[in-house]
């Protein structure tokens, strides 16, 4: 882009931002809950990272033996709770998180909209309000209000794409274009702090300067310097610590590389067709005919790449949101919270392809099809979703479960290592040591789970004294019949509860 168009409506830029981030604000603060911190995995680990940065202990896993460093997460997230969960309990803590998260969605959303429609991203053709309604929608779709709903480092890493967007593409007039690449490279550097991927933000935002010659090189390196400076950084702390994880959690605890080295590429074929499943879901999910879902499916693929196309030569999300996708092409992993974060650009460059191609008198009906189809899919996934409150559905089912289980955990001793699922929201509220009890790796795209002799002697490397089973199908059942079956006598039950859910105590060699 050459300049910053406003068409001249009374919906002007800070009107559409103001509307869009009070939406998502009020609306959003239904999500608002004290469900136990760390019910999805991911929160818990952060919180807990955050309380041992908040405790002088480092940057570490405190509730693992020996507090290994962390280098699995970058270190943005958890610094930015550590005040929160030095101050106040973790209670309390966890639910100001939740409203820094709901905060950070609205004002993303606020920042999203003023520049798409400061800059008519959408294209000329689009009315000055579509792009406030899309990415209010977007703001409001089930899957983010779910993510914003617990201790997620999405909404920050949100928050920072737009910012880096937004500085790259048009900065404010007051800004040289120098200053403004570095402060987009700096913005794009957190976000890489925030959540590895975030790589793919800053590559695309220095092919994306280097490719329109918006920057001098002074500035072109000032760009890159930051985002240099914190890849090579983290990059450094990871080769200098993940050896201390366990090869059998390095999944879940180890390095990013651990991944590319059991995975390797031969789980691209198999993800490839499953990186736009979750849109799939979210739009198109009520078609009744499977051939007709994929004809849909096709036609919004189509129309997204002619408006990617269309965006990759005018903003700097779009050579951003290329790599973000071949990255999840080659990961093994479900693209779900990957694309969710991303989707109020998603449905922007959706729209733009649709206007550039509305000129053509032709594709008027298959285009109005289309959008009709689109819309009635995210409309009654919302109507249903907010009926059912289905983001916050799941994480209160788990919350009420360990809520009844964390009792009989406090009666153990000080010493003792337990093995369980969702070990980071055990130790937040007990104390006690714990470790991941299912564990499991890759061959390709395979998931393989440890046989019975692998497992018992991972147990006894970390010096397990009991396991809890909480039930809820995880996986961690199917583990535990295996070692019950290999190894009669080394487990006993000490307690049940309903539903199948126990705890066992291991017995020494």
């Known amino acids: 882009m050459t300049g910053v168009s406003v068409r001249r409506s009374r919906v002007t830029p800070t009107r559409a931002a103001a509307f869009a981030a009070l939406a998502v604000a009020a609306l959003g603060a239904v999500t608002l809950n004290r469900d136990l911190v760390g019910v999805f995995y991911d929160d818990g680990l952060y919180a807990g990272i955050a309380l041992a940065l908040a405790r002088g202990l480092g940057y570490v896993h405190p509730h693992l033996p020996g507090m290994p460093a962390v280098v699995h997460y970058p270190p943005l997230y958890p610094l930015v709770l550590a005040p929160l969960f030095g101050m106040f309990s973790v209670s309390t803590a966890g639910l100001l998180a939740k409203v820094l998260n709901l905060a950070l969605n609205a004002v993303t959303t606020g920042l999203i909209t003023w520049h798409a429609t400061r800059t008519d991203l959408l294209g000329p053709e689009a009315p000055p309000w579509l792009a406030a309604a899309l990415v209010t929608a977007a703001g409001l779709a089930i899957p983010m209000l779910a993510m914003q709903a617990v201790l997620f480092s999405e909404p920050l890493f949100g928050f920072l794409v737009a910012?880096?967007?937004?500085?790259?593409?048009?900065?404010?007039?007051?800004?040289?274009?120098?200053?403004?690449?570095?402060?987009?490279?700096?913005?794009?550097?957190?976000?890489?702090?925030?959540?590895?991927?975030g790589v793919a933000l800053g590559a695309g935002i220095v092919l994306f300067l280097l490719e329109r010659r918006r920057v001098s090189w002074r500035g072109l390196a000032l760009a890159a310097g930051p985002i240099t400076l914190a890849a090579g950084g983290w990059g450094l702390w990871v080769a200098r610590h993940h050896q201390l994880i366990d090869p059998a959690m390095a999944l879940n605890y180890g390095s990013y590389a651990e991944v590319v080295r059991q995975a390797g590429f031969g789980a691209t074929w198999s993800t490839l067709p499953h990186v736009l499943r979750p849109l799939g879901d979210l739009l198109l999910s009520w078609l009744p005919l499977r051939p007709l879902y994929l004809l849909c499916a096709a036609l919004t693929v189509a129309v997204s790449l002619w408006g990617l196309a269309r965006v990759v030569r005018r903003s700097a999300i779009g050579w951003s949101l290329v790599l973000y996708l071949a990255i999840l092409a080659v990961w093994p992993y479900a693209s779900d919270r990957f694309l969710w974060i991303m989707l109020p650009w998603i449905l922007l460059i959706g729209a733009s392809g649709g206007f550039a191609l509305w000129r053509h008198r032709q594709l008027h009906l298959p285009l109005t099809l289309l959008a009709v189809v689109l819309a009635i899919g995210w409309t009654q996934v919302e109507a249903r979703g907010f009926a059912g409150r289905w983001w916050g559905t799941t994480a209160h089912?788990?919350?009420?479960?360990?809520?009844?289980?964390?009792?009989?955990?406090?009666?153990?001793?000080?010493?003792?290592?337990?093995?369980?699922?969702?070990?980071?929201?055990?130790?937040?509220?007990?104390?006690?040591?714990?470790?991941?009890?299912?564990?499991?790796g890759y061959r390709g795209s395979a998931l393989t789970i440890p046989g019975p002799p692998e497992h018992r002697a991972y147990l006894e490397r970390l010096r397990t004294t009991h396991i809890l089973l909480p039930g809820g199908g995880s996986g961690s059942d199917e583990e535990l019949d295996a070692l019950l079956g290999a190894y009669p006598g080394w487990l006993s039950v000490v307690h049940r509860w309903p539903g199948g859910r126990m705890a066992l105590r291991v017995h020494e060699r």
């Not at 900065?171 to 702090?193: E, F, I, K, M, T």
């Not at 964390?406 to 130790?427: I, M, N, Q, Y």
């Open 163 to 197: 910012l880096a967007v937004i500085l790259a593409d048009a900065p404010p007039a007051r800004l040289s274009s120098v200053a403004a690449a570095g402060l987009a490279g700096l913005a794009a550097a957190l976000a890489l702090l925030t959540r590895s991927i």
């Open 397 to 440: 089912a788990i919350s009420a479960n360990f809520t009844e289980l964390l009792p009989w955990v406090r009666s153990l001793p000080d010493s003792a290592v337990l093995a369980t699922d969702d070990e980071a929201l055990v130790w937040l509220y007990t104390g006690r040591t714990c470790v991941p009890f299912y564990v499991y």
